[in-house]
């Protein structure tokens, strides 16, 4: 139990161009998801938290409206990086929490973000 | 960010023997966790603890809940070569859902 997905696993996209990232909680509903970006050889570091059906809380130092995030159901969360620059190449991973009795995140397996 | 002070940063280790890593903190948290990192893919979660003085144990691997509630440790014994990974621990306190991540530690297994 506890399955979360990640769509696309990889994709690569021309600097100025929009990507969106799914995260999908396969057999559980998520109340929060959370979306994470990792630089190589580096840490986890939180970009924002999301809850279903109201806006999405950013990490200082995250742009909000570069990096779009809709929760727009309790299994679904999407990440759009807009206008993409070669500076936002990364590993962007998401997380769900199931609630109820358990109230830890789950991962996805991350999206590899390469932008020419 | 808020970030654990996570050692060693790496260790290279022959198959068979016991490992050791740990995470500090000088904030308190309520709940110390262990989580596991292979190449490009998501952490998966190995060890939850919930209590300062908490000890507990996943097949080869056990994990205790430092008893100032700033420090935990994950030991591994008789390592295999699967073991290899980042191994990450997080932290989560003060009433926030947020996971704060420790910088890994690198294990490297010798057959």
């Known amino acids: 139990g506890a399955v979360v997905s990640q769509h696309p696993s990889w994709v690569i996209c021309k600097s100025g161009t929009s990507v969106k990232i799914e995260c999908r909680s396969l057999d559980f509903q998520a109340t929060t998801m959370f979306w994470y970006r990792q630089f190589p050889k580096q840490s986890l570091m939180l970009m924002a938290t999301s809850n279903e059906g109201s806006k999405a809380t950013y990490e200082q130092g995250v742009e909000k409206d570069k990096f779009l995030i809709n929760h727009a159901s309790l299994t679904l969360s999407t990440l759009t990086v807009t206008s993409a620059h070669p500076e936002d190449s990364s590993f962007y991973i998401c997380?769900?929490?199931?609630?109820?009795?358990?109230?830890?995140?789950?991962f996805g397996p991350g999206t590899r973000l390469t932008v020419t | 960010g808020q970030q654990l002070n996570q050692s060693p940063q790496s260790m290279f280790i022959q198959e068979g023997e016991d490992v050791s890593m740990n995470c500090t903190s000088s904030s308190i948290f309520n709940t110390w966790l262990w989580y596991k990192q292979d190449p490009g893919e998501g952490p998966v979660l190995l060890i939850a603890?919930?209590?300062?003085?908490e000890l507990t144990s996943n097949g080869r691997l056990t994990a205790q809940f430092g008893i100032t509630r700033k420090d935990s440790f994950l030991n591994i014994s008789a390592s295999i070569p699967s073991d290899v990974g980042i191994y990450f621990c997080?932290?989560?306190?003060?009433?926030?859902?947020?996971?704060?991540f420790g910088k890994g530690t690198k294990l490297t297994v010798n057959p």
């Open positions: 603890l919930y209590k300062a003085g």
């Open positions: 997380s769900a929490v199931p609630g109820l009795a358990d109230y830890e995140q789950y």
């Open positions: 997080a932290g989560r306190g003060g009433g926030s859902e947020k996971l704060v």
